[in-house]
């Protein structure tokens, strides 16, 4: 059992003996029409837009359905070479903390924006795990438009999850920790007492989707794990799962595997929300950055907001509540009509469902198992509509078809379940290569899926592609769920480590209003260069900007002379052309950040410190046009102190000076 190498001996010998599901049937994924279904014919768009996670990679990729090719990186929290992106002086601030400017954060789940239940098209946000961020993707431009840091958390886990309007996007805390304001140089041990668990709740302006972290709730320190907003009938409601509710700080593998049971918290926000503008959130003090890219200015701004917001959950009888749930639950996903909960026991043998209704009849009638920290538990069995026997082992997560069907994900036995939602009866079953942690169905998370295709993100691909040294490709995995089976169509290889993905028909993004170009007559950049005319070099003491326009095939000024070590330079380079896809590169010679990528009508700026004296080439990184290659110029570096004059040129030569 190759596949399992992976897993404990425990494991590897209940999968054995419980099911027969080693999959080793990779013929199937040739066989009959697969090929056919997944396949996009040269010069032909594919159907949807799939978001997939870069997990450690912090960054975003974008994928087309069913074709699996890989249409776009994005960098999200992540500095990007090709990009620029953390490089230019315009992008850098859009990852400062109040830790820093930090480079890098581990992206685990995507989420679109919504109106009405459906997606729409606008947005896509993202999470940051390590140093708790927030990020909202522009889907008319493909870049990160904001990056919210989350203060009072560690490990933004639970997040980004968002309302059926996208009123919300909440984030819960996976570590909890002392709040930021209390001092946490306590002991570690002092974890009942001092730690505490934070969610936020982030608001989405309608129309610019700017993002502000409207409240917080502070609960019990517990770990939350994922999340989902109900919708429909319980639009109103959140739902976390949590593990570690035996609240211990050490060998969590054993220590936080102790109960049978941990919880789902639901969690009913419209209330918060009254108290919140009733006056009764409390201001706490807490430090965390707000940055923001302003397309007008071509320029990111970051913000230290100072306070925030917070509701202790014990004050407030009526806003959360704890339904137990068997074990060390992960997944936590609401179905399409918004009444049932699925809750996903990493280490449970059974998938319950919760059922709204019943949780509200549980709260009308106090059917509560005494309280955990102050706050109500309800009866397990009062909360439960019912429970799938024998799923299978180790279930992550579920998505929905919208057809009655939920598709659950199972870490240790390598497969994907269909299971009916109503009579809880197991309907399918096919294996994922291997180790499949999230899946994604278009919409999948929505009022309204498209069920055609389910993607398995998959941990584990020992043997499914050629061999690249220590480390594997992460992979997806394409079946086809238009039938009552399910058919494996595709595999391929991703970027980073997928999580969570989500996909939209193409069309609804295709048609959002797709930036082509920045206009360059509402370029507002401070140092934009309006046309070859204006460019010049200035120096404000050993500050000196460069003024600099590129266009097929040339750069103005490409001859500068008068350039002393010990200076600050900065390019800022227009792009003048207005026609879609024609950005131009700019890079120097012995530069320490990475090169500049311009787009159409965009300025964007490369500081410069050189550190020796010598000719320093700088040139288009971008195969523009046909004399690219001449595309290019020189830069003389004196000694600090030389005399010589500060010269610009383009297509005449300076004179001579030594
Ligand atoms: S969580 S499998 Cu963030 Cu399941 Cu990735
Ligand atoms: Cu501009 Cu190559």
């Excluded at 919880?263 to 201001?283: D, P, S, T």
């Excluded at 059922?355 to 909360?383: L, M, N, R, T, W």
């Excluded at 140092?527 to 070099?537: D, L, P, Q």
Aim: proline share 6%; charged share 20%.
């Amino acid at each position: 059992m190759k596949i399992l190498q992976s897993t404990s001996i425990a494991a590897i010998i209940t999968v054995a003996t419980l099911y027969s599901c080693k999959p080793k049937n990779t013929g199937s994924a040739v066989s009959g029409d697969a090929a056919a279904k997944a396949y996009v014919a040269p010069g032909k768009y594919d159907e949807y837009y799939n978001f997939v996670s870069g997990g450690f990679s912090g960054q975003m990729s974008v994928y087309g359905l069913p074709s699996g090719r890989l249409l776009r990186v994005i960098p999200v929290f992540s500095v990007d070479p090709e990009k620029g992106w953390g490089y230019s002086e315009e992008t850098k601030p859009m990852l400062n903390t109040s830790h820093g400017f930090v480079p890098w954060d581990d992206l685990h789940h995507t989420e679109m924006s919504q109106t009405n239940g459906e997606i729409d098209g606008k947005w896509v946000f993202a999470n940051g795990n390590n140093t708790p961020r927030l990020a909202r993707i522009d889907l008319k431009t493909f870049r990160t438009a904001e990056i919210l840091e989350l203060p009072n958390s560690a490990g933004n886990h639970s997040s980004p999850f968002g309302t059926e309007n996208s009123e919300y996007i909440v984030a819960g805390t996976r570590f909890s920790v002392p709040s930021d304001e209390d001092n946490g140089d306590v002991a570690i041990n002092s974890y009942k007492k001092n730690f505490k668990g934070h969610i936020s709740f982030v608001s989405v302006a309608k129309e610019t989707g700017e993002m502000k972290l409207a409240f917080q709730l502070k609960t019990p320190g517990v770990n939350f794990d994922l999340a989902r907003a109900g919708k429909g009938k319980s639009h109103g409601w959140f739902f976390f799962s949590c593990y570690n509710t035996e609240q211990a700080s050490t060998l969590l593998e054993v220590n936080a595997s102790q109960k049978d049971k941990d919880f789902i918290m639901a969690v009913n926000w419209k209330k918060a929300e009254e108290y919140i503008k009733a006056g009764k959130g409390k201001k706490v003090k807490a430090k965390y950055a707000h940055n923001t890219f302003n397309e007008s200015t071509q320029t990111a701004n970051s913000k230290m907001e100072e306070e925030v917001l917070v509701l202790d959950v014990k004050e407030f009888k009526d806003i959360v509540y704890f339904i137990p749930c068997p074990k060390s639950p992960h997944g936590c996903d609401v179905d399409p009509t918004g009444e049932y909960i699925v809750g996903s026991g990493k280490l449970a043998a059974l998938i319950p469902v919760f059922s709204f209704d019943k949780i509200q009849q549980s709260i009308a009638s106090k059917s509560y198992d005494g309280d955990y920290e102050g706050i109500p538990v309800i009866k397990y069995e009062s909360a439960l509509y019912g429970e799938v026997k024998k799923p299978g082992l180790g279930p992550l997560h579920t998505e929905f078809d919208g057809k009655g069907n939920a598709y659950t994900s199972f870490f240790v036995s390598s497969e994907v379940v269909k299971w009916n939602i109503k009579d809880l009866k197991v309907l399918d079953r096919v294996p994922t290569y291997y180790s499949v942690g999230h899946l994604s169905i278009p919409g999948g998370n929505t009022k309204k899926p498209s069920p055609k295709y389910l993607v398995a993100y998959n941990k584990i691909t020992k043997d499914r592609y050629l061999p690249t040294g220590p480390e594997l490709a992460q992979s997806a995995q394409l079946y086809d769920i238009s039938g009552d089976k399910m058919q494996l169509i595709l595999d391929y290889p991703t970027i980073g480590e997928p999580h969570y993905a989500q996909s939209a028909p193409a069309d609804i993004i295709r048609n959002n209003g797709q930036l082509k170009l920045f206009k360059l007559a509402e370029n507002k950049h401070p140092y934009v260069t309006m046309g070859e005319a204006n460019a010049k070099v200035t120096r404000e003491g050993n500050k000196v900007h460069v003024y600099m326009t590129s266009i097929r095939s040339h750069f103005a000024p490409d001859n500068i002379e008068g350039i002393k070590v010990g200076d600050e330079v900065y390019f800022h380079v227009t792009n003048l052309e207005q026609d879609w896809d024609v950005p131009h590169g700019f890079a120097i010679k012995g530069a320490d950040n990475a090169e500049l990528l311009i787009m159409p009508g965009e300025t964007t700026t490369l500081k410069w410190v050189p550190k020796k004296a010598g000719m320093f080439p700088m040139y288009c990184t971008d195969f523009c046009s046909a004399l690219h290659q001449e595309m290019q110029g020189y830069i003389r570096v004196s000694p600090a102190g030389s005399n010589v004059p500060l010269t610009f040129s383009l297509g005449k030569a300076v004179p001579e000076t030594k």
